[in-house]
């Protein structure tokens, strides 16, 4: 048996076969090809960084942040649809175009939200509010908080829903949507409103699952995250096969010494949900966990004076959960935490490799070559968005020679080793030359592969 090991990254895995074409009277015998892992980050769509709002006019630098693979944009309602059933698609194809002109390409991540601050201002549309739905007026008649109970509300939240969906839904690039519409920002909450009751004890949760029920029907296709302050609607929208999404992760004492979203709500959230819809845990091998930072990284230095073993356990837990995607808000890393990060991002998400090839040679003209092939997933969670394989043989000048596309199916590949086997038809008229397969993730030119070869 020849054990083979190459020494070089590329784009296409590259994988020189080990013999020429040869005559019958050569003995067969079982080839491995054990390419050696790439150790480096790589950057691939949907998973890993965050470019927030294409970072709000300011770029960062490399030094200062990393890669980004995934360009996370929320919109108010009153944005979207200025005028009744006119709907302003333009800021979230601006997303995409955005996204698009990343090198390499990133995907997109959405979230639409019909509330901010007491003192913003209305953000669902004026003619929706002329309607007379029912809600309450607060800071001085400055904004409207709607009532989320409220019939015509819910039927115009439905309509502008279906219009996104019928747009974006089960677009390539859309990595997933964040369950909003509720609360402030979208989130789930309006503890930043004191005029009015809380959500939770206002309406009751089948009131509130009205509006996870919206997003799984207005885009059946997308994958989706549900901010874990939802309440029982969590583990509701859990039942219908979402993700789900913390904010302000990373605080410790962020608002307070003696409480921190890590220590005392995290931990309560998740174990409510997972007693409340069991298999909640495993939610992160069907749909995505994504992560927002509480604040700045430059305030976890600068403020709060986060040790590095503080932050060290909050990457951990984010590895624990098995999370894809972190917004770190485009805001510069300080350098202290930034090799925490940098280590962090090398499981972030999926991370593909070829672990090991086997196949017979000498390979014969005109006969198939079957490749058993050993993948390895390095990260901690699969793709969620489906990639197609293809596999090629290509002669010493780059011409391919056969190529396949195969049944393997990204959105399976757990943290660990999966089997697959390639069976490639070679022409009868293939030169006696040295030949090379190479894998490629056939729909994404720009989505690397974790080994070198």
Known sequence: MAILSLPRASLFRSLLLASTLASASVGAQTTVITPPPFDGLLTNPGIGVASFHDGYGEKPTRAEYPDTGFEYDRFYWSELEPQEGVYNFAPIDNAFSIAASHQPAMNVGLRVMALDEPQTGSKIPDWLIAKGIKGQWV????TFVPDLSDATFIAYAQKLLTALGQRYDGNPELAFIDIGMVGSWGEWHNSNFSDI?????KYTPEQLNRYVDMHFDSFPKTPKVMLISGG???????RRGAGWRADCWGDWYNFSSEWSHMRDDYPQRLAAAQAAAPGFVDSWKRAPVSLE????MSEWQSVQHYTREEVQATFDWALQQHASSLNLKSRPIPAEYRDIVDKALLRIGYRFRVNKLAFETPVKAGKPLAVSVTWRNDGVAPAYLFYPVQWRVVNAAGATVTQLKTQDDVRRW?????QSTVTLALPASLPRRRLRVADR????PGQAAAAAG
């Open 293 to 296: 930072i509480c604040g700045y």
């Open 414 to 418: 757990l943290p660990g080793d999966m």
């Open 441 to 444: 993730h056939y729909r994404c």
């Open 139 to 142: 800071a001085d008649g400055k």
């Open 197 to 201: 009751p809380p959500l939770m004890e």
């Open 232 to 238: 029982d609607s969590l583990a509701w929208a859990s």
